[in-house]
């Protein structure tokens, strides 16, 4: 059974500095993973989804990486800024046509000004 | 982008009523959503696989008949709250895939249920 889990829960650092959110999972048979923002009480953004086949994605401040045989991907946040601050939600989809995604915890990023 | 709406963002209802939640897809097909539900400050966790045209696929310990589950066309599945009750407060959120490219999931804005 996949199971992901985020590491730390919570985060809290000062405005500017560069930061790493790590997820792993227990099942490589992956076929992608994707890293969501979800604002309190709010939906899911999908912020960057990488491809079993890849190695990393950027999208602006944010680069995430994959290592799926070590069932591993960090989220970088360059330049931190206080819009940032949100809860940071990695997920993986199953091999084959499912579409199932199975979500971590969570990491709530706190930049502070 | 793709956009996921639902209807309603919020509702409160009496214990034994029935709440029923839409989810569109905006400017997509989705033969595939999925209905998700998150306790406050916890992940999400799959209700259940909406199919349109089929039946729905609940995962383990989800109550079908509780949670009805209907895919009635290409862009809209609901999912219907029957006789409510106060544990079944919480946000629910769907989401459909793209059938094509890297099948990235978007997801709505949920939807907060209230039962008192």
């Known amino acids: 059974k996949q199971e992901v889990t985020q590491i730390p829960a919570a985060l809290s650092v000062p405005e500017g500095e560069n930061l790493v959110l790590n997820c792993s999972f227990t099942d490589s048979a992956i076929y992608n993973l994707q890293w969501f923002r979800q604002d309190p009480g709010k939906g899911l953004t999908s912020l960057l989804l990488i491809q079993s086949s890849q190695r990393e994605q950027t999208s602006g401040r944010l680069n995430a990486s994959l290592d799926k045989s070590s069932g591993r991907s960090t989220l970088y946040i360059a330049a931190s800024q206080p819009g940032d601050s949100a809860t940071y939600l990695c997920a993986v989809r199953k091999s084959g046509n499912t579409g199932k995604l199975i979500f971590g915890q969570g990491t709530t990023l706190q930049v502070k000004p | 982008g793709a956009v996921v709406s639902q209807h309603p963002s919020w509702v409160i209802c009496k214990s034994g009523t029935s709440v029923k939640i839409e989810c569109r897809s905006l400017d997509f097909q989705a033969t595939t959503m999925f209905w998700y539900r998150q306790f406050p400050k916890q992940s999400l966790m799959l209700m259940a696989t909406s199919n349109e045209g089929s039946k729905a696929t609940y995962e383990q310990g989800v109550e079908k008949d509780k949670f009805l589950i209907n895919h009635a066309s290409l862009t809209l599945s609901t999912l219907t709250v029957t006789s409510a009750h106060p544990e079944d407060s919480s946000f629910y959120i769907c989401?459909?895939?793209?059938?094509?490219?890297?099948?990235?999931?978007?997801f709505g804005p949920g939807t907060r249920l209230t039962v008192t």
């Open positions: 989401s459909a895939p793209r059938a094509s490219g890297t099948h990235e999931q978007y």
